[in-house]
């Protein structure tokens, strides 16, 4: 079997000083130091009867006479002789820092532990004992500290081993009879493992909170990433179609343009055609009209008269007197037609970008929207709900594919589920509630609260940490049969409007607003909250009287 070798440097190392011995002595328990090191902490305990050993603390009486260990001498100097040099290289000296052992002369190592019974910090070497003698091993060990005097009573002196819950401070066992005689007093120890079993459940808390709001981040981001893949895309996509648009205009103003040059070249041929016509038509009158007048100038009157009859008849006009000419205004229509049509096109365009914003607007991001002021409004963010049976009190019937809780006088074969409420007849949302919803609650019967919760709401028990609205975890709407009231945080407050059997809830989760309202033929507001919400909600029901009934209603 192999045997574990201690190392020589170890062997004749001063435990006081953690360097080679110089001129060593040993004690009667057979514990070696340098003579001035021991003669040093023994100097420091001469108000003390007896003397000990800092290593083992074993007692003598008298003061030993200290003689040199020649043995150990003769090693040690040898030893020098061979190179080798002072403590372990595992020994740190302390620091400004540092939290350093009391034990220690001349220049002190770093503490490993301190000790609440003895109130002494300890470096490696001198904390040996209280792991090798048996008196020491029920100390009470630590990490090192720089405020153990702050556990000694400044009245007396003492080790302050007791809580006073009265006054909410450690004290000594001499305290319970002055100054804190009559208070009620429980050992410290009792009171750090009930106050640590207070602290776990808050860390659990916080632990839940942070991996709830860890997995809340994770989906914005996939919502900032949605919205920004989403807008690229329709950013996109509306480029090419308003660039489509454009091409068939720019078409649609070609197709006009040619239109027009092509009945501005038949009109123009049809009125040069006819101006030809005419023209030639005036040259043949000129033609006869000087015939006719060389006629009226002869002066013989047997020549007029002998040339009269051989005269051409006139011809009939091929033109027809009716025309009439209308300047600039032969194409004023296609302009009239282009202009209405510019008209129309404008009018369109405006109606898309008031849609385009609205619709834009709408979109689910981060920004605030107005509080909806009818129930036509409400009903945009209208949310199916269903009840979680994991929940429910066992008292409580569900059905109506869960959307329908009665209190009945038995309990209900429901298995035993953490999630349970085990004496409030509760049952909560299958869903959590996140952003903006809507939904109504029609009951018949007794008393019922229509409540919002968070889901680390207690569920065990008759604490006021798992009624609604008794605790800062849940806001609810008590529903009597004359009259309302709110409650949050057990604190309760009479709440006026007209009685109906159905109840609205809106919740815009971001903004912190929980409004409740009485849902019949008219929509009254009978409660408003507003506050910030840090976790994602659950809709809940609590129900009073046995026979009673509350409705999730899937409302359009």
Known sequence: MAQTQIPMDSVVSCSICLDLLKNPVTIPCGHSYCLN??????DGEDQRRSHSCPQCRKEFKPRPVLEKNIMLSELVEDLKKTGLQAAPADHHYAGPEDVACDVCTGRKIKAAKSCLVCLVSYCENHLQPHYDVAQFKKHKLVDPSKNLQENICSRHDEVMKIFCRTDQQCICYLCTMDEHKGHETVPAAAERTQKQKELQVRRENIQQRIQDQEKDVKLLQQEVEAINVSADKTVGDSEKIFT??????????SGVKQQIRSQQETEVSRVKELQEKLEQEITEL?????????????????????????????????????????????????????SEAKKFLGNILMDIATNIS?????????????EPKSR??????STEI???PNTANKFLLLSEGNKKATLMKQQQPYPDHKDRFTYFCQVLSRQSLFGRCYWEVEWRGGEVEVAVTYQDIARAGTSEKCGFGLNSRSWALHCGTTSYSSSY???KTPVSGPVSSRVGVYLDHRAGILSFYSVSKTMTLLHRVQTTFTQPLHAGLWLFDYGTTAELIRVK
Not at 305 to 334: G, M, Q
Not at 358 to 370: A, F, G, I, K
Request: aromatic share 8%; with cysteine; hydrophobic share 35%.
């Open 37 to 42: 090191c021991i003669k040093d902490y023994w």
């Open 244 to 253: 489509e648009m454009i091409r068939l205009i720019k078409k649609r103003s």
């Open 286 to 338: 000129k033609r006869k009209d000087a015939e006719l007048k060389q006629l009226s100038d002869t002066e013989d009157h047997n020549q007029f008269l002998l040339n009269y009859p051989s005269l051409s008849a006139l011809s009939e006009s091929t033109h027809s007197p009716s025309i009439k000419i209308h300047p600039l205004r032969y194409f004023e229509d296609v302009t009239a037609a282009v």
């Open 358 to 370: 609205m619709t834009v607007s709408q979109v689910d991001v981060l920004l605030p929207e107005p």
């Open 376 to 381: 036509a409004d409400l009903l945009k963010y």
């Open 386 to 388: 269903t009840l979680d």
């Open 489 to 491: 945080n057990r604190v």
